[in-house]
């Protein structure tokens, strides 16, 4: 069956409890289930991946573009969107689909976040929609790619 790629950068594991004002009180967990629920919805299955470190990132991009099954990604790099040159190379590579998500609006805080390494490479970006982000980016690229 065909897979999204759901990848989580670092804090994300956090969700739920950190600084829930911004990113709200759903858990990674809950995240994950929304991204999985979406899927089957379309045929699909989703694998997910978090991880605070930024070659782990990296690594799973390389590995889902070996795989041959996966049709996409859904990205929340997080901080490394902001920072990682290693990323936007990796996601060039891969030469999957990628949906950029944020849960908040990153263009509305600090000024540090309005640069994205990423946004260049996306096929789409979804920011300031909370968690429902990830359910609109699994349902555009199986919309966009699935079967
Ligand atoms: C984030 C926004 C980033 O600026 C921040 O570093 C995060 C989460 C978001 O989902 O809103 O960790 O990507």
Redesign the pocket.
């Known amino acids: 069956m065909t897979r999204v790629l759901v990848l989580n950068?670092?804090?994300?594991n956090l969700l739920g409890t950190r600084e829930p004002a911004?990113?709200g009180t759903a858990t990674l967990a809950d995240v994950e289930q929304l991204c999985a629920a979406t899927a089957a919805q379309h045929g699909l299955e989703v694998t997910c991946v978090q991880s605070n470190h930024e070659g782990a990132l990296v690594d799973a991009l390389h590995e889902a573009r070996a795989a041959g099954d996966v049709l996409g990604v859904v990205l929340?790099?997080?901080?490394y969107?902001?920072t990682s040159v290693a990323l936007l190379d990796a996601v060039k590579a891969s030469a999957l689909p990628v949906v950029e998500?944020?849960?908040?609006n990153?263009h509305a805080?600090e000024s540090f976040?309005h640069t994205s390494y990423l946004s260049p490479v996306a096929e789409a970006i979804i920011?300031g929609a909370g968690v429902h982000g990830y359910r609109y980016a699994v349902d555009l690229l199986a919309t966009r790619h699935g079967g």
């Open positions: 950068g670092p804090n994300l911004i990113y929340n790099a997080a901080a969107t902001h998500v944020h849960i908040s990153p805080r976040r920011a």
